[in-house]
């Protein structure tokens, strides 16, 4: 479902479940290697985030969670805020090695970390709500607009456009994109570059810089 390992300065993370759609099982595991991660994130220390083949993250198991009732629909609810919670204020530099396609969750999960490296020559970044009639909670959007300018918050929420690596660069949804194969080098390199920062201030400005998209995720909690 999901893999977790270190090696060396970083913690590399890979979602490994085909098309790697939520559902309460995934989530309970990406909780228990986060708490993981923090757990061990002292000196220098990184994450790297990634899936495997063409998906990074296709969004929720809608089959799964439409089937969820009462105390379990809150209960999977929750526990997305307080994953996404975790995942933003991670005391370590985040890294989302954009694999394959992003949609809906999947989108807003790489936009949680601090930056994002896609694969050039195939994957879409989407957040792709508008057209499967889903809406997009108050939490996730202030994620967004915390991320991007308020015009590609615009195209990227109502239009439901699907950006490929260099329009996610240009609209500032990605930071960077290489080959397949150059691409988790490339994200690890990035993270252990950045895992070298002085832990205790890096910890305390990454704080600072996402506390108003934080705060809105906590208050679910």
Same mark, same amino acid.
């Given at each position: 479902?999901?893999?977790?390992?270190?090696?060396?300065?970083?913690?590399?993370?890979?979602?490994?479940?085909?098309?790697?759609?939520?559902?309460?099982?995934?989530?309970?595991?990406?909780?228990?290697?986060?708490?993981?991660?923090?757990?061990?994130?002292?000196?220098?220390?990184?994450?790297?985030?990634?899936?495997?083949?063409?998906?990074?993250? $296709?969004? /929720?198991?809608?089959?799964?969670?439409?089937?969820? &009732?009462?105390? @379990?629909?809150? +209960?999977?609810?929750?526990?997305?805020?307080?994953?996404?919670?975790?995942?933003?204020?991670?005391?370590?530099?985040?890294?989302?090695?954009?694999?394959?396609?992003?949609?809906?969750?999947?989108?807003?999960?790489?936009?949680?970390?601090?930056?994002?490296?896609?694969?050039?020559?195939?994957?879409?970044?989407?957040?792709?709500?508008?057209?499967?009639?889903?809406?997009?909670?108050?939490?996730?959007?202030?994620?967004?607009?915390?991320?991007?300018?308020?015009?590609?918050?615009?195209? $990227?929420? /109502?239009?439901?456009?699907?950006?490929?690596?260099? &329009?996610?660069? @240009?609209?500032? +949804?990605?930071?960077?994109?290489?080959?397949?194969?150059?691409?988790?080098?490339?994200?690890?390199?990035?993270?252990?570059?950045?895992?070298?920062?002085?832990?205790?201030?890096?910890?305390?400005?990454?704080?600072?810089?996402?506390?108003?998209?934080?705060?809105?995720?906590?208050?679910?909690?």
């Amino acid at each position: 479902m999901i893999d977790y390992k270190r090696e060396g300065d970083l913690h590399i993370v890979t979602m490994n479940d085909g098309a790697n759609r939520v559902t309460p099982a995934w989530q309970a595991r990406f909780l228990d290697i986060l708490d993981s991660v923090e757990a061990d994130s002292d000196g220098n220390t990184g994450l790297v985030l990634t899936g495997t083949e063409k998906f990074f993250c $296709s969004g /929720l198991n809608v089959e799964v969670v439409m089937s969820l &009732e009462g105390d @379990a629909r809150a +209960l999977f609810s929750q526990s997305m805020m307080k994953l996404m919670h975790k995942l933003i204020r991670l005391p370590v530099p985040t890294v989302a090695a954009i694999n394959g396609h992003a949609f809906a969750a999947g989108a807003f999960l790489a936009l949680a970390c601090d930056y994002r490296i896609m694969r050039e020559d195939r994957g879409w970044f989407c957040i792709s709500e508008v057209d499967v009639g889903v809406p997009i909670g108050e939490a996730m959007m202030s994620l967004l607009k915390g991320k991007v300018s308020p015009q590609t918050a615009r195209e $990227s929420v /109502l239009s439901g456009k699907r950006y490929v690596a260099d &329009e996610a660069i @240009a609209a500032g +949804l990605a930071d960077g994109k290489a080959s397949e194969g150059e691409l988790l080098g490339r994200a690890q390199a990035l993270a252990g570059e950045l895992a070298t920062k002085e832990r205790k201030i890096f910890s305390t400005l990454k704080h600072q810089l996402y506390a108003d998209v934080a705060k809105g995720f906590s208050s679910t909690n």
